[in-house]
C-alpha cells in the first residue's frame, strides 16, 4: 500500500485496483477526473505534456479528442503512456503532492497491468479445448510499441504503394485459386484464406501483369488492418505483415537477419525491436518478386531464387518444431524453372491468378465507366471488342489486371478502342494478342502523358520526349542488370533507377575523364588557396631554385592532388548515408556531444604544437583556443552527421581502413599539410619537425576513420524521404566537413596572414577540398547527368522530370529508388529499336 491511508476517503484519489474489468478501469479514470475538480479537456492537454512521434515533431500525450473518445469507451483498456499522462494531469491540476505522484502511478500501472496480462498458453494448444483457450470478453493482451508502430508504417506505405500500382482505387476483379484454370476467390478474401491455412506459408504465381503484387499488397492490407482499427488484435493473428521486395535479399545471408535489418532500414524500428520482432516472430515476412533475383532470360538454374528458397525452407515458427509463416508471389515461367530444378516453397499452399474472364472485364469497365460517363460508349466498343468475331485475341490480350489498365489509360486519353483492339479473326489468336499488347504498350506512354498534370511545367513534355527518355532510362537498367557482381555497389540492379547512378547514361568514359579533370581543377584550387593562405613561401622563391622546405611542402601538396585524383575516377562513387526524419534534438545532441569529445584532443593538439614550435610562433593562449575551436567544429559536425546512421548501418574500423586505405591517405596528407607552416615558421630541427607532421598525419587519418564511420554509405534500402536525398545530402556533409577543415586552416593562417587574405583561402580551400574530396558522388552525377542532356539523352532537369513521371504513373518509387510502373513497360521500352519503333535507342557508348 502506498500514500497516506490515513487521511478521510473523501481526500484519497479512486483506488484503481477495485476495478475487476475493463469498463471499471476506465470508470476509475472518469472518477479521477472528478475527484481533481473536473480539469476541462483543454487544461489536460496542457497538464499532460508532449512526446516525440518517429518523425520528430512534438504531439500532445493528451489530445482533447483522444481523451474524450477514451473515457466513453469501455470495451478497450487504454494504453498505459495514456494512463500515464492522463493520471499524472488530474494529479497536478488539484496540486496533489508531488513527491506523491509516483506513488499514485505505480498503483495504477499494476491495476492496468492485472487486466491487461495475458492468460497463460498452454504448451500444447491442440490438447486444450477451444474455450478454454478463449480469453475472456475484455480482455486484450499487453500492448507492443514495436509492433504497433509497425503496423502504422506498413499500412502508409502500402496504402501509397497501392495507389502507385493502381494509379487509384479501382481495383480490377482478380481471382486466385490452386489451379490455374479452377474456379477461385477474389482478392478481397485473400486475408481470409490466407488466415485459414496451416501451416500459413503461401505460394503465389501468376504471369507476368496478372496481379501478384496488387495481390500481395492487399494480403498486407488486409491483415494489418486490425491493428489500426482498434489495436493488437488477440491470439494469434498479432502478427505485422510486411512485404519485401525479394530481389533485394543478398545471397549468402542469414533470412532472419536480413529480415531484421529490412525491417530497420525500410520501417525505422530500432535494431534491438526488430530481431526481436523476428525471433518472436511478430512479422510476416511476404516476398514479393522471387523471379527478379536472377536476370532475365536465364542463363542457367536460377540459383539466387534457390538459395532464398533454401533459406525460406529453413525458416521455422518459434517453436522450432513448425515451417515459419511466409508468403511468396512468383512468375509463372520462374516457378516452371524452379519446379525443373526441385526447388519449391516446402510446406505450402500455392494458389494461381487467373486470366480475367470476360465477365470480370466487363464489370470493372463498368465501375469505372458507368452508364452517363464521358467514355460510356468506349466502354461498349471495348465489350463489343470482346464479343466480336476477333474475341478470343482481345479476350487474351486483356486478361491481366495490367493489360486492362493500359486499355483504359488510352482510351481516357483519346485512342479508340476499335483501332486498339483490332484484330484479323482468321489470324492465330496469340499473334493478334501479342500484336494487340504491343499496340497497348505504345500507346500506353503518350497516354500517360496526355493524362498527367501539368502544374508544375510551363511547356509540359512531348509523348515524344517521354518516350525517348524513358528508352535511355530502360536501357540504363539493361546494363545495370548484365553489370559485373564483383563489388557492384548497392542499387545496381535490373529494376532501380538509383539518382546516383545515373551516370553512365552519359558515357562512362566521357564522364569519368570529366569528373577526373574537374575533380583536378577543385585540388588544384584547394592547394592553391592553401598556399596562398599559409603564406610560407613565394612563388618568386621557387625561381631562385626550391629550399628544402619548398620541396617538401610541394611534394605533399602534389600527392594530395594526386590522390584526390584517382579517387575521382573511382568506378562507383557512393552518396552519403544516414536516415531521414532525425529529430532536431538528436542532431543536436549529437552535434555537442562530438564538439564536447573532440575539443581537448584539439586542446591537446594545440598544446603539441606550442612544445614543438618552442613557443616561437604562438603562446599558451592561442594554443588553447584555437585547439578547442578547430576540435569542438570538426567534432560538432561528425556528431551531427552520426546522429543520422544507426549503430547497425556504421561500418567498423577495419572495415574502412580495408575499403579506403587511399582516402584515409589523403586525410593524412591534409592534416601534415596543416601542421607544416608553424613548423617551417619556427624553423623547427629535424625530430621536433618529424614529430609533429607524423602526429598530424596519425590525428588527421583518425578523424578520417571516424568521419567515413558517421557518414557511412548509401544502401537502398535506406530510410530515405526521396530517393534523391542520399543525393543531395553528400555535397552538404562534404562541404560541411570541408568547411570545418578550413576552420583549422584558418586559425593557422591567422597566424601570419591578415585575417581577410586568411578567410577568403581557408573557406576557398574548404569548398575545393569538400567537393574534390567529399562528394565525389554528387560531383560525378551532375557532370553525367549534364553531358546527358547536352546529348540530348535526358533532360536538363532530370529530378523534375522523375516527379513528373512517377505524377504520370510511368515510373513509381520504391524506397530509396525510382522503377518503372511495370517490369513489362520496361521490358517494352528495352525492345530493339526495329521492334519498339523509337529512333535513336541504342544506349550510348
Known amino acids: 500500500m502506498t500514500g497516506d491511508r490515513s487521511l478521510p476517503p473523501e481526500s484519497l484519489p479512486p483506488d484503481p485496483a477495485e476495478a475487476v474489468s475493463v469498463e471499471g478501469f476506465v470508470q476509475a479514470l472518469v472518477e479521477l477526473r472528478k475527484w481533481a475538480g473536473e480539469p476541462s479537456l483543454s487544461r489536460l492537454r496542457r497538464l499532460g505534456g508532449q512526446t516525440e512521434s518517429p518523425e520528430g515533431a512534438a504531439i500532445d500525450l493528451l489530445p482533447k479528442s483522444t481523451v474524450s473518445h477514451t473515457l466513453r469507451q469501455t470495451g478497450r483498456l487504454p494504453r498505459w503512456d495514456f494512463v500515464r499522462a492522463f493520471v499524472t494531469a488530474c494529479l497536478r491540476y488539484c496540486d496533489h503532492p508531488a513527491e506523491r505522484i509516483p506513488d499514485e502511478l505505480e498503483r495504477w ?228 524453372q524452379l519446379a525443373e530444378a526441385r526447388t519449391g516453397l516446402d510446406h505450402s499452399t500455392r494458389v494461381h491468378l487467373h486470366a480475367l474472364t470476360r465477365e470480370q472485364i466487363g464489370s470493372y469497365l463498368r465501375t469505372r465507366w458507368p452508364d452517363g460517363h464521358a467514355y460510356d460508349s468506349h466502354r461498349d466498343g471495348v465489350l463489343a471488342a470482346l ?98 557482381a564483383d563489388r557492384s555497389p548497392p542499387g545496381l540492379t535490373a529494376t532501380d533507377l538509383v539518382p546516383h547512378l545515373l551516370w553512365p547514361i552519359g558515357g562512362r568514359r566521357r564522364v569519368r575523364l570529366l569528373h577526373g579533370l574537374c575533380c583536378l581543377v577543385l585540388a588544384v584550387t584547394a592547394m592553391a588557396a592553401f598556399w596562398v593562405g599559409s603564406g610560407v613561401d613565394r612563388a618568386g622563391d621557387l625561381l631562385d631554385g626550391p629550399a628544402p622546405g619548398q620541396v617538401f611542402t610541394l611534394a605533399l601538396m602534389a600527392g594530395w592532388v594526386a590522390i584526390a585524383a584517382v579517387l575521382s575516377l573511382s568506378p562507383w562513387p557512393a552518396a552519403a548515408g544516414g536516415r531521414t526524419n532525425v529529430p532536431r534534438r538528436r542532431r543536436v545532441a549529437g552535434g555537442l556531444i562530438g564538439a564536447a569529445a573532440a575539443a581537448p584532443v584539439g586542446v591537446l593538439g594545440g598544446l603539441c604544437g606550442l612544445g614543438l614550435t618552442g613557443g616561437r610562433v604562438f603562446g599558451p593562449g592561442f594554443a588553447v583556443a584555437a585547439g578547442a575551436l578547430g576540435g569542438g567544429a570538426l567534432g560538432a559536425v561528425i556528431g551531427l552527421t552520426a546522429a543520422g546512421r544507426r549503430r547497425a548501418e556504421r561500418p567498423s574500423v577495419a572495415e574502412v581502413v580495408r575499403a579506403e586505405p587511399l582516402s584515409l591517405l589523403g586525410f593524412g596528407l591534409c592534416g601534415a599539410l596543416t601542421a607544416l607552416p608553424p613548423l617551417r615558421w619556427s624553423h623547427a630541427g629535424p625530430v621536433p619537425l618529424v614529430a609533429g607532421l607524423s602526429g598530424a598525419f596519425a590525428l588527421a587519418v583518425a578523424l578520417g576513420v571516424v568521419f567515413r564511420i558517421a557518414m557511412g554509405g548509401w544502401s537502398k534500402d535506406a530510410e530515405l524521404a526521396h530517393p534523391r536525398e542520399a543525393l543531395h545530402r553528400d555535397p552538404t556533409i562534404g562541404v560541411a566537413f570541408g568547411l570545418t577543415g578550413g576552420v583549422a586552416a584558418f586559425l593557422v593562417f591567422i597566424i601570419e596572414r591578415n585575417i581577410l587574405v586568411a578567410l577568403a583561402s581557408a573557406i576557398t580551400g574548404g569548398v575545393a577540398f569538400g567537393l574534390s574530396f567529399g562528394a565525389i558522388a554528387w560531383c560525378r552525377t551532375m557532370i553525367g547527368l549534364l553531358v546527358a542532356a547536352a546529348r540530348g539523352l535526358l533532360p536538363l532537369r532530370l529530378w523534375t522530370f522523375l516527379d513528373w513521371a512517377c505524377e504520370a504513373h510511368l515510373l513509381r518509387v520504391s524506397g530509396a529508388t525510382y522503377q518503372f510502373r511495370h517490369r513489362e513497360l520496361q521490358d517494352f521500352l528495352t525492345l530493339p529499336e526495329e521492334e519498339a519503333g523509337v529512333p535513336g535507342s541504342r544506349p550510348p557508348s
Open 109 to 336: 500501472r499494476a491495476a492496468r497491468a492485472a487486466l491487461a496480462a495475458p492468460a497463460p498458453v498452454p504448451a500444447a494448444p491442440d490438447a486444450v479445448p477451444a474455450e478454454a483457450a478463449t480469453p475472456p470478453a475484455g480482455h486484450r493482451p499487453a500492448s507492443d510499441a514495436a509492433v504497433e508502430l509497425l503496423a502504422r508504417r506498413v499500412a502508409k506505405e502500402e496504402d501509397r504503394a497501392r495507389k502507385g500500382v493502381l494509379g487509384g482505387y479501382s481495383l480490377a476483379p482478380v481471382s486466385f485459386g490452386p489451379g490455374s484454370a479452377d474456379a477461385g476467390e477474389g482478392v478481397g478474401e485473400i486475408g481470409r484464406f490466407f488466415s485459414g491455412l496451416s501451416p500459413r506459408r503461401l505460394l503465389v504465381v501468376g504471369r507476368s501483369g496478372a496481379g501478384k503484387t496488387v495481390l500481395a499488397i492487399e494480403l498486407v492490407l488486409q491483415l494489418v488492418e486490425p491493428f489500426l482499427a482498434a489495436g493488437p488484435p488477440a491470439g494469434d493473428r498479432s502478427v505485422v505483415p510486411v512485404r519485401l521486395n525479394a530481389a533485394r535479399w543478398g545471397s549468402g545471408k542469414g533470412f532472419e537477419p536480413w529480415l531484421a535489418e529490412q525491417l530497420v532500414q525500410n520501417h525505422g524500428l530500432a535494431d534491438r525491436d526488430a530481431a526481436r520482432l523476428v525471433r518472436d516472430r511478430r512479422v510476416l515476412p511476404v516476398m514479393d518478386g522471387l523471379d527478379e533475383l536472377d536476370p532475365d532470360p536465364s542463363t542457367g538454374p536460377p540459383r539466387r531464387a534457390i538459395a532464398l528458397l533454401a533459406e525460406l525452407n529453413r525458416y521455422s515458427d518459434v517453436s522450432g518444431r513448425r515451417p515459419g509463416a511466409v508468403v511468396v508471389t512468383c512468375r509463372s515461367d520462374r516457378y516452371a
Open 387 to 484: 464479343s466480336g468475331a476477333a474475341g478470343e485475341a482481345v479476350h487474351t490480350a486483356l486478361a491481366t489486371p495490367w493489360r486492362l489498365l493500359l486499355t483504359a489509360t488510352a482510351v481516357e486519353s483519346g485512342a479508340a478502342p476499335d483501332e486498339l483492339l483490332h484484330a484479323d479473326p482468321d489470324a492465330d489468336p496469340r499473334s493478334e494478342a501479342g500484336r494487340i499488347a504491343r499496340k497497348l504498350l505504345d500507346a500506353y506512354v503518350p497516354a500517360a502523358a496526355r493524362l498527367a498534370p501539368r502544374s508544375g511545367h510551363v511547356a509540359g513534355y512531348s509523348p515524344e520526349q517521354v518516350r525517348i527518355w524513358l528508352v535511355r532510362l530502360a536501357a540504363h537498367l539493361r546494363r545495370q542488370a548484365h553489370a559485373s
